[in-house]
């Protein structure tokens, strides 16, 4: 079955700490995204990548780093310089960078 | 800053009514508008979208745009109880990379 796989789901960090969110997609689709939400918000974008080796700032980018050395692949790593990392993080992905997204089922990070 | 903007609610109707969420946004250049369903602890899912004005009807789910008002509405006729979740409104505007901006979620409760 096609669709987009995230790792792990929960996720516990010291303060200090890097961590690497996974995020594969088998759907031959070209764009990933990753999204942060938090309780009670809408999602707000971190990065995003419409072609292999490319990849853009969205709106919340600082603190975080991506690399897109394959198609299927977008991980996001949460570094020490995200200085409220805490929430629930989002990969998704699209064919031609449509807003027709089709999410995975999301990493929750909690910072201790 | 483009804004969009969604009542959070909780929005409370009975089983079998027809449930109302609005949307409205600011950027004018807004090209594609969408609709997600969020149920709690879990990952959005695309339920609708559309493109130009008028409605569009998919099922118990209609879709209706105003380009002129800037606003989008969904509408859910005979609700559910299963129909209960968030519902987020994102609209794609006529930008580099077209990025989705999202509103930050209508909670709706169908209530037995």
């Known amino acids: 079955d096609g669709g987009i796989t995230q790792s792990p789901k929960y996720l516990f960090r010291k303060e200090g700490q890097n961590v690497t969110l996974s995020c594969e997609q088998n759907?031959?689709?070209?764009?990933m995204y990753w999204y942060r939400q938090d309780p009670g918000q809408g999602l707000r974008l971190i990065y995003y990548?419409?072609?292999?080796?490319?990849?853009q700032k969205g709106d919340i980018a600082e603190g975080y780093s991506v690399s897109r050395e394959k198609k299927e692949s977008f991980p996001l790593t949460v570094t020490s310089a995200q200085k409220n990392p805490t929430a629930f993080y989002l990969c998704?992905?699209?064919?031609?960078?449509?807003?027709?997204?089709?999410f995975g089922e999301g990493s929750r990070l909690t910072v201790l | 800053q483009k804004e969009v903007e969604q009542n959070s609610g909780p929005l409370s109707v009975p089983e079998g009514a027809i449930a109302s969420l609005n949307c409205t946004y600011s950027?004018?250049?807004?090209?594609?508008f969408f609709w997600y369903r969020q149920y709690s602890g879990k990952s959005p899912e695309l339920i609708m979208s559309?493109?130009?004005?008028g409605d569009k009807e998919d099922g118990r789910f209609t879709a209706q745009l105003n380009k002129a008002s800037q606003y989008v509405s969904l509408l859910i006729r005979d609700s559910q109880p299963s129909d209960s979740a968030t519902y987020l409104c994102a609209v794609n505007g006529n930008n580099a990379g077209n990025m989705l901006t999202f509103g930050g979620g209508t909670r709706l409760m169908v209530k037995p």
């Open positions: 998704a992905s699209t064919f031609g960078g449509t807003g027709e997204l089709f």
């Open positions: 950027d004018r250049g807004s090209q594609s």
């Open positions: 559309i493109y130009s004005n």
């Open positions: 759907l031959n689709h070209d764009a």
């Open positions: 990548s419409q072609i292999v080796n490319d990849f």
